[in-house]
Structure formats: C-alpha cells, structure tokens
C-alpha cells in the first residue's frame, strides 16, 4: 500500500498543484452553499420568489 | 399596526436611460453596419481618417455595449431596484449625475475614438480623462444605488438586485486595475502594466466587462421581468442562490482563455480553461431558472411578444455559454480564435441576449410608464421575428466563415507548403459570409426602427407619469435571520463585502503571482525597448486601430510558425505599452512582419494597400504621407516609459528627437533611392510607420 502511495506521488510530476487546490477550495464553498441553500425555509423561498409579482401594477394589456 | 407609507417611483430618471439605449443603440448597429459593408466594400472608408474600419470599431463595440447595453442596464435597474425595495431612489440629484454624466461620456467616446484617442484595450479603448470620468459617474451610480437599498422598505434583497450589487462591484474593481495609466499628454497615456501581464489584466478585465456588464446586470434584470411580464414566481429561488455565487466566484477566472496558445504561462492559461468550462454549470442554471419561471404560461408565450423576446434572449444566454467553455478548450480554441466565429459568438451574446432582453423590457416598461397600452403588438410581433431571423442570419455566416478561414490557414498541401499561402485568399474567400452577415445585420436594425416608432406611437397615445404614486408598509426594523443564507440577505454591508472577496480571488490568484514571480516571463538579452522614431511609429499605429485587424501573436503552431515565423515568446513584449497581440485577425499576424519586405513595399502598402496587394480590403492611408511627425511629444512620451519603468538612459528624453529624425532620414533617403518621390519625406508619419512595423519581431533575431 505505501509503495502504491509512494508511486502515485512519484508520478505526480508535473500535476498543477495550483490549479487543483483551487478546484477543491472552490468545490468545498460550492458545497457549503448547496448545504446553506437547501436548507431554507420553503416559505421564506416562495416569499423571495413571489416578490416581483406581488407588487400591485396596472395592466395595459 | 404597520404604518402605511405613500411615496412615488422616479419613472422619469427610467425613461431617459431607455430613450439614451435607443437612441445610441441605433448609432451603434448602424456603424456596426457599415464597418460589416467595409469588410466587402472598402470603399465605405471614404478615405478619411475618421471612418476607417480600424478608428470604427472600437466606436461600435463602446457604443453597443456602454451606449446601448449600460443605458438598458441603469433603465431596468432604476425601474425595478425601486419596485423590489419599494423605495424612491435615493437621491434625483444623484440620478440626474447619473444619467448626464454617463450621457456625455458616450459623446467624449463618440468624438474621441474616430479621432485616434485610444488606448487599444478592447472594451476599454477611452483614454484617461474618460475613464476617471467614468469612475466618478460609475461611483455616483453605486452611492445612489446603495442608499436605496439602505433605505429600503423590505427587509430582504431580492436576487436581482445581488446581480445589480455583483455588477457594480466587479465593474468598480476592473475598471480601476485595468486603467492605471500614466497620462503623457491631455488625452494620451502609457499603461502601468507591460506586455503578458498587461494581457493577463486586460482580458481579465475584457472577459469580464462581458460577464459582469453584459451578464450579471442583465441576469438581474432576467430575474425581474421575466416574472413580472409572465406573473409567474421565479422558477427556483434556490437555485438562483447557487446561480448567483457559483457565477460571480467562476466568471472572475476565466480571463485567459482569450489568450490560449500565446506566450501567456501555461499555469495561467490551465486555470482560464478549467473554470470557462466549469463556467457552463452556473450559466446553465441561471437559464434554465429562467426559462422554467414560464412553465404554465408557455401559451402566453405564443401570444406575447414581451415573452417571445425573453425566450430568445435567455436561449441565446444558453447557447453562448455552452458555446464560451467550448471555445475555451485549447483544441476547438486552436481552431476558434482569431477568427469570425469569435465575432458570431459575441453577436449570440450581444444581439441575443442583451439585445432581445432589452427590447422586450422597454416594450414591457412603456406602456407602464406611459399609463397606455403598447401601440402596436404586431409591430412588435414583426419587430421579434426580423430580430430573431437577423441574429440567425448574422451568426451562422460568422461560425461558417471563422472554421473555414482557421482550416484554409492550417491547410498544407503534400510537399509542406501552405495550400493557401496567399492570406487574402482566405479573405476573399468569405466575402458570401461577409454579405449574409450584413443582411443579418440589417434585418435586426429594421426591427429596431420598428421598436422606436412604435414606443414614439406609444409614448404619443399616453401620458408619461414621471413620479408614480405607491404605497408600502413602513419597515420599521430590518428583520435579520440569523440563520443560513436570508442572515446574509438582509445585512447590506455583509453582502457587498462576501460579494468582493468571491470576486476578488480569482484575480489575486492569477495576476499577482504573474506580477510578483519573475520566472514566468523569461527576459531575452536581445530584446530592446524602441527606438524613439519607432516608439512615435507605435502610436500611430494605435491611433489608426491597426489592432483590430492584425495580431501581434504567432502562436506555437506549425502553420503559424510557416506562414509567420518564429513563434512569439513572453519576453519579446517588456517594452509593450499597450501590449498589443490583437484578437482578430482580418489581415495577417504582424509580430514577425519586421524586414520581411522592403521599405518602399511598406509605404506603397499603406498608401494603397491594392498596389501591392490586389484584392486586399485594407483601406488605404494616405494621410500618413502628408501628416507631419509629432516630434515634439517625444520628451513627455520617453519620461513617462522611463517612469514607468522603460530602461532608457536617464538623459535620453532629450535627445530622443535628434535621435528619432536621424532615423527618420536614413528610412527617408533609402525610400527617395528606391524612387519614391515626395518633398520631405522624412518628416511624414509613414516614415515612423515603416520604422515601427519594420522592427516588429526582429529582436530575436539579433
């Protein structure tokens, strides 16, 4: 098992470290707005949702 | 009990930024117009400085893009940021800055760009009296717009508006970055940044002018009308909370795809495309947020032409960015950039997207703001349909053109030669393309006639009320949640500061190391700033927009490589202020065109640029032969490259103007041997032309 590690991390020349810490750091936030946003409260959604269309407007249709 | 609270909406401040989107959207497509007739018909440069496709363009892109699309995004804005908070806005004072301000802006762009004023950095050409003008306008608007919101009478700010707040933030901090420059003159200036790292910051800013004027302020206004005029809820507010972080926290990354295969490090140009792909996932999410905040309604659709106009323009948003990632791969990149099919994505986006919104939300904000019905519904029927079928007829002629003049450029015949050695036959060779793409273009300008007369009918019929009547709860405190994402949308001053540091990593990750790390741009010893006469040779070919036409990039392919020369490196750039690669190329790549052909070839080329090369549409430039060398700016111009970090000996300044006429002479005398006769030839700008272009590309070859 460690020979197989000591491998893949032998083999990783070249990798863009930069770009990868990057990707992971983003998809870490991405899940935690996932998290944060599926947890709201149904009510407060089709309040914010409705918004527009609550206003009261003449139509001129 | 709650207070109820009259106050009235400022519809006067919305109908002024819509009739200033009219009107300058007009101006704009039209020379949009003709620089697509010049393309086929040079002719249509008149032979004078002011109308050549090179001083044009600049003054369609700014005109559609500032003029047309920022005067809709300040109308929509005004109009619903009011509704939404259900508030006046701030300050009329401040709204009339706004509006004045930005009006005369587009006017100082509209006199300066065909006068030669430019910078050269795409989107961002206006020199730098416009630009602090436009910072201060661009301030005053976000004062104006943040105290509404602080004075709101909803406790919550709606998705909309965090597009309107991503907008003005990212716009704020482009625009400034992008901007440092050194001013050497009253309406020229030099850049702070250099070569590569100039690329990097300017495509940074040039990607996302796109993605944060043209996108985020437009999903805003996507998020308020297409609801209202469908009266139906949006779709998923949920999904519009990872919409909008995941887009504004992606989008800042993906400058460097504009600068794929060029000498930019491959570190940078990795990530560009990692996060434009990554790219599709929010954008997607975002149009089909929107579309879906139809369903139910789709019969509507069918008889509404508002409703038609949102659904081509949310499917146009769709298709450009499935089609930008695409673009992104270095493959389909390889085969993309420099071409027209970059002229037809951009068109999706502008003429689709931007474009048809903004139609269907003044037919939509009218009517409204008038206290009338829309005029004529089948004039606005026509209006769609001209403007659907004209996009379709612009853009496909754009796809066929790009990939057939990429694939006629990398075409070798068996024995290793270019099968289309002769770049102009990969020009002439889409004059169809060119034709078709005119006639789509003016189908979509007829149906913009049709918009005005009948909004001017409309207008006629009813009566605008400037200051309309509304009432509204009194919010007496603003009822914080302390949990999950409603803590953040109630607290103003936490959201425009999570707002920045999402869209400030993207930019510190790529640019700073590019700055700080001295190994990413390996100097080459040869490599020398320019000469003086050179230097003056540089500006004119700024003024003239050369760039929008010719690159200065040979990319590290081998039909690039064969037709051009050596491929371009990093460090051959240093000295570039403005760094000036192009990203189009309607005539041959220039980066190696230095001592390629002869002196007298240079200036019977830009004189008549058919004498040496049949067939060609460059237009000709014959002021150059009667404009006199402005040697007297050259002192200010070599102190401000000094400053700026030029390493010219300190006393160089000086005696840079004996320097640059001895030049000039030793190019003059061997032109007058060669038999070209004109009186004083060596005080005449075509001589530092042809000293410029003389010198491009030819320092590794010392």
Redesign the interface.
């Known amino acids: 098992m460690n020979d197989r590690i000591k491998y893949i991390l032998n083999s990783g020349d070249g990798i863009?470290w930069?770009?990868i810490t990057?990707?992971v750091v983003?998809f870490i936030?991405?899940l935690a707005?996932?998290w944060?946003?599926?947890?709201?409260?149904k009510d407060?959604?089709?309040y914010?949702?409705?918004?527009?269309?609550n206003?009261k407007?003449?139509s001129?249709? | 009990m709650t207070k109820i609270e009259q106050f009235s909406y400022d519809n006067g401040i919305v109908r002024n930024f819509a009739i200033a989107s009219i009107l300058f959207g007009a101006v704009g497509m039209l020379v949009g117009l003709l620089l697509a007739l010049q393309l086929y018909i040079p002719e249509l440069n008149f032979g004078l400085p002011f109308t050549t496709f090179g001083r044009l363009r600049p003054l369609h892109t700014n005109a559609v893009i500032f003029a047309f699309v920022g005067n809709g995004i300040f109308a929509g804005a005004y109009y619903?940021l009011q509704?939404?908070l259900k508030t006046r806005m701030y300050s009329n004072v401040l709204s009339a800055i706004h509006f004045w301000g930005w009006q005369l802006i587009i006017v100082g762009a509209a006199i300066t760009l065909p006068l030669g004023y430019t910078s050269s950095l795409e989107y961002a050409e206006l020199e730098w009296p416009i630009d602090l003008a436009i910072a201060v306008v661009w301030v005053v608007f976000g004062i104006n717009m943040l105290m509404t919101i602080l004075k709101r009478r909803?406790s919550?700010i709606?998705?909309?508006i965090w597009f309107y707040i991503a907008t003005w933030v990212a716009v704020t901090m482009l625009h400034v970055v992008n901007n440092l420059e050194l001013p050497f003159a009253g309406f020229k200036s030099y850049p702070l940044w250099t070569g590569v790292q100039a690329a990097l910051i300017q495509w940074w800013y040039g990607h996302n002018a796109v993605a944060f004027f043209l996108t985020t302020s437009y999903l805003g206004l996507m998020?308020?009308f297409v609801?209202?005029a469908a009266?139906?809820?949006?779709?998923?507010?949920?999904l519009s909370?990872?919409h909008f972080?995941?887009l504004i926290?992606?989008y800042i990354?993906a400058g460097p795809h504009h600068l794929l295969y060029t000498s930019l490090p491959d570190?940078v140009q990795?990530?560009g495309t990692?996060f434009s792909v990554?790219l599709i996932a929010p954008s997607w999410g975002g149009m089909l947020n929107g579309l879906l905040t139809l369903r139910g309604v789709w019969d509507k659709v069918r008889r509404d032409p508002i409703l038609k106009f949102f659904v081509v323009a949310i499917t146009a948003y769709g298709m450009s960015t499935f089609e930008g990632p695409m673009m992104s791969i270095k493959s389909v990149n390889a085969i993309s950039h420099y071409t027209d099919w970059t002229i037809g994505h951009v068109h999706i986006g502008a003429l689709g997207w931007n474009g048809m919104l903004t139609f269907g939300m003044f037919y939509y904000i009218f009517?409204?703001i008038y206290?009338?019905?829309?005029f004529s519904v089948k004039l606005a029927e026509w209006h769609f349909w001209l403007g659907t079928i004209g996009i379709i007829m612009y853009a496909i002629p754009m796809y066929w053109g790009g990939i057939t003049q990429q694939l006629m450029w990398k075409e070798f015949a068996a024995d290793g030669t270019l099968v289309y050695g002769n770049f102009l036959d990969t020009v002439t060779q889409l004059f169809p393309m060119y034709i078709m793409r005119s006639v789509g273009g003016l189908l979509y300008i007829t149906g913009l006639i049709f918009l005005i007369f009948n909004l001017i009918k409309t207008a006629a019929c009813g009566k605008l009320e400037a200051n309309e009547p509304a009432e509204a709860p009194a919010l007496e405190k603003i009822h914080h949640?302390n949990?999950?994402?409603?803590w953040v949308?109630s607290r103003t001053g936490w959201f425009y500061t999570i707002t920045l540091v999402a869209l400030i990593i993207g930019g510190l990750?790529e640019i700073v190391p590019m700055i700080m790390v001295k190994s990413n741009i390996p100097t080459i010893a040869t490599v020398e700033p320019y000469t003086p006469l050179e230097l003056l040779g540089r500006d004119i070919y700024i003024r003239e927009g050369c760039v929008g036409c010719h690159s200065q990039m040979v990319r590290p392919f081998r039909s690039e490589t064969v037709r051009y020369g050596d491929y371009s490196k990093s460090g051959e750039f240093i000295y570039d202020r403005p760094f000036l690669f192009g990203s189009k190329r309607t005539g041959p790549d220039l980066h190696r065109v230095g001592k390629k052909y002869p002196d007298s070839w240079h200036y019977n080329h830009m004189l008549d640029p058919r004498s040496t090369s049949p067939g060609s549409i460059m237009p000709p430039y014959p002021w150059l032969k009667d404009n006199d060398i402005n040697y007297n700016s050259l002192e200010s111009k070599i102190n401000t490259l000094i400053t700026l970090g030029t390493p010219y000996p300190d006393d160089f300044a000086a005696k840079a103007g004996v320097e640059a006429r001895k030049q000039a002479k030793t190019i003059a005398d061997a032109l007058v041997a060669g038999g070209i006769q004109q009186d004083k030839l060596e005080d005449k700008e075509i001589i530092a032309m042809i000293a410029y272009l003389q010198r491009l590309g030819t320092d590794i070859k010392k």
Not at chain 1, 36 to 41: A, H
Not at chain 1, 48 to 53: H, L, N, R, S
């Open positions: 863009n930069l770009g990057i990707f983003f936030l991405f707005v996932v944060i946003t599926l947890r709201r409260n407060a959604d089709d914010m949702a409705e918004m527009p269309i206003e407007e003449e001129f249709e | 619903s509704r939404l909803e919550h709606y998705v909309a998020y308020y609801p209202k009266q139906r809820p949006v779709y998923s507010y949920k909370i990872i972080w995941a926290f992606i990354w570190w990795s990530l990692v990554m009517p409204r206290k009338t019905k829309l949640v949990k999950g994402h409603r949308e990750v």
